[in-house]
């Protein structure tokens, strides 16, 4: 199946793009898709910090919060989209 990734702001810097298309087996979550992405140590740190989400990164599937749909345990299915932003601040 097919996912696609899409990356805002800073995120945007260190993957190299707005959008990727990632291939994934049936019944992976977004834990596998991060998995794959982290393939540098800075993308890694950009998405994980451990075995947990980054602090720093609000991230949404087909628009809905990550932490509504099970966190980084949410089943993918074929053609979901998933927003990844960094925290943003201001005043």
Known sequence: MFVKVKFFATTRHVFGTKERETALAE???VRTLFGLLADTPERKAALLAGSTLAPHLVVLLNGETLSSRGGLEAELREG???AVFPMMGGG
């Open 27 to 29: 019944g992976a979550t």
């Open 80 to 82: 979901d989209v998933v």
